[in-house]
């Protein structure tokens, strides 16, 4: 069996199926939740997959799931969303908020579009 990464790591799982099987093999992607005699990975939908030791064929680390760019996009309209500011207009791809100097946290100018224009004079403006 290959050497099997600590608890809490990230790792792609290849196992063999029951007997006769077809496709004979399997995979599953997640986090590794137990080791022993069965190993348990909770994938990103948050299933949890449990394979017997002696099944394993490959598992292999992973890198931590990157954050995409389109989640953080989304996080920061939603706070945009639910902290409006007195004014706020698009302008390109950036919203623009004012609070009118009454908190600074309404005051931004936040790149939300798909495509932004690198020129941010306007902004100032």
């Known amino acids: 069996m290959p050497d099997i990464p600590a608890v809490g790591t990230r790792v792609s799982l290849r196992y063999r199926l029951p007997a006769g ?3 004979p093999l399997s995979d599953v992607v997640g986090h590794l939740l137990d080791v022993g005699s069965t190993l ?3 994938t990103k939908r948050g299933d949890v997959v449990d394979v017997s030791a002696a099944d394993v064929v490959a598992i ?3 890198s931590d799931q990157p954050v995409r760019t389109g989640d953080i996009r989304n996080l920061e309209h ?3 969303l639910a902290w409006p500011g ?3 207009q698009w ?3 950036w919203l623009l908020r004012s609070g009118r100097g009454s908190t600074r946290r309404a005051n931004s100018a936040v790149p939300l579009g798909l495509s932004r224009d ?3 004079s306007a902004i100032v403006e």
């Open 60 to 62: 292999r680390a992973l």
């Open 86 to 88: 007195v004014e706020q």
């Open 118 to 120: 690198d020129d941010t």
């Open 40 to 42: 348990s990975v909770r």
């Open 78 to 80: 939603a706070a945009a």
């Open 91 to 93: 302008l390109g791809g």
């Open 21 to 23: 099987s077809v496709p």
